[in-house]
């Protein structure tokens, strides 16, 4: 069966330190991955998705960047963290040529810029 | 307009009470339709999938999508403490992007 995995689970961080969120995805291969923002009351906002190795699309100009160096994992990026960076970010896969349009979740990473 | 508009809530119920969640959209595009259940502070689980109109039932859980009026429900029987959470609901068109409502915070009390 797939996994996925997210860490680190809560991250603090101050202003203007690098960032670095990795997502990893077992049981599948060539998975479509995206990574989302959750703010309260506001639903999931769309960054990053990629549909294979080095193939990064953005949805929203933004202090993050994402890249994918393996088939499985999907890393996001800051060089330096602003305050607004705060919140819950949600890695998510899809199977490729699947059903479409199911993305499966991972547990989430809070992050808190102070 | 939000592409998708979803009532935040919070709903507080008696335990056994039906559950009654739904969303409204826009873009007449959209033919997947996914219900995700969020508990606090952890990722959403994919709860039920819906192509194109008509009902799916799960057990205790009832999806309706009627695509003619751009409205989507989530029945939950018999509803119990373990169902609180928040429900979120997602649709799509063709294409990779999923249009997220903003989720509804559901408590059922014992």
């Not at chain 1, 990026?77 to 970010?89: A, N, P």
């Not at chain 2, 033919?31 to 689980?45: I, L």
């Amino acid at each position: 069966s797939q996994t996925i995995h997210q860490w680190p689970a809560t991250l603090v961080q101050p202003v203007g330190s690098p960032l670095s969120l990795e997502c990893t995805v077992e049981g599948t291969s060539n998975p479509n991955l995206y990574w989302y923002r959750q703010a309260a009351g506001r639903g999931l906002q769309l960054l990053f998705y990629s549909v294979g190795i080095g193939q990064i699309s953005s949805e929203v100009p933004q202090n993050l960047s994402a890249s994918r160096p393996q088939d499985r994992q999907f890393i996001l990026s800051s060089k330096k963290l602003l305050l607004s960076d705060s919140g819950f970010y949600l890695c998510a896969w899809e199977a490729s040529g699947g059903a479409k349009n199911i993305q499966y979740f991972g547990a989430g990473t809070r992050l808190s810029v102070l | 307009q939000k592409e998708v508009e979803q009532d935040p809530g919070p709903l507080s119920v008696p335990e056994g009470a039906i559950v009654s969640l739904n969303c409204t959209y826009s873009n007449s595009a959209f033919q997947y339709f996914m219900w995700y259940r969020q508990y606090s502070r952890k990722g959403p689980e994919l709860l039920m999938y819906t192509y194109s109109s008509g009902n799916k039932e799960d057990g205790r859980f009832t999806a309706q999508v009627d695509k003619s009026s751009k409205y989507i429900s989530l029945f939950i029987r018999d509803s119990q403490p373990s169902d609180s959470a928040t429900y979120l609901c997602a649709m799509s068109a063709s294409d990779y992007k999923l249009s997220f409502g903003a989720g509804t915070t559901v408590t059922v009390r014992a």
